[in-house]
């Protein structure tokens, strides 16, 4: 399906706080979690992207409808970000794989995701994150743009409205995307 060598797994906004806003989210952490070895074992490059902010919150604009209510700008401590941006435990970055830090919902915005790809020369971007509605669909639109070859793995995203997840997974996505389920993938 892909040549190892131009390819990425993007693990996106799997964040503990993020994680827990969805529904059983023991599943698609332990879906990414194979998803990850699988990649591990074949290779190809992981790049985790989590969204943060610098203490004080300087990014976030009242105007900005998403973010506007992270905007407590006391609460955006040194230790309140790091707390914020940890991947969950089970999804831990090993030695060497690359950690994206974002300032807005498309994991290319107010990032150096773009450069990183670019230096490694890849070309094709496997997806997981949450949510399907947020950094995934808006990762796909941007990366499509970009002319990058895009899979995502259904099964591997999740979102808080179920029918959401599922009208772009079946009907959105497929128009810039193969949509693939996690055991298509690990073939």
């Not at 990014?59 to 700008?73: A, D, M, R, T, V």
């Not at 790809?117 to 496997?126: D, F, V, Y």
């Not at 949510?131 to 499509?144: F, K, M, N, W, Y």
Request: glycine fraction near 4%; charge should be negative.
């Amino acid at each position: 399906m892909e040549n190892t060598n131009k390819t990425a797994l993007l693990v996106m906004d799997l964040q503990n706080p993020i994680i827990q806003s969805i529904e059983n989210p023991a599943k698609i952490v332990n879906n990414v979690s194979t998803a990850v070895a699988h990649a591990r074992v074949k290779k190809i490059p992981i790049i985790y992207v989590v969204v943060g902010f610098r203490p004080g919150v300087p990014e976030i604009s009242e105007q900005n409808k998403s973010f506007s209510q992270l905007n407590n700008k006391s609460m955006w401590t040194p230790e309140f970000s790091a707390q914020w941006e940890q991947i969950h435990s089970d999804l831990t970055p090993q030695s060497g794989e690359v950690i994206i830090t974002k300032r807005r919902i498309s994991a290319f915005t107010g990032s150096d995701l773009e450069v990183v790809l670019r230096a490694q020369g890849i070309r094709h971007l496997i997806l997981t994150g949450i949510s399907t509605s947020g950094v995934v669909l808006s990762t796909i639109r941007e990366a499509a743009d970009k002319d990058f070859q895009l899979t995502v793995i259904e099964d591997c995203c999740a979102d808080r409205d179920a029918e959401v997840h599922k009208i772009l997974t079946a009907k959105v996505f497929p128009a810039q995307a193969e949509v693939i389920n996690l055991s298509t993938w690990l073939v």
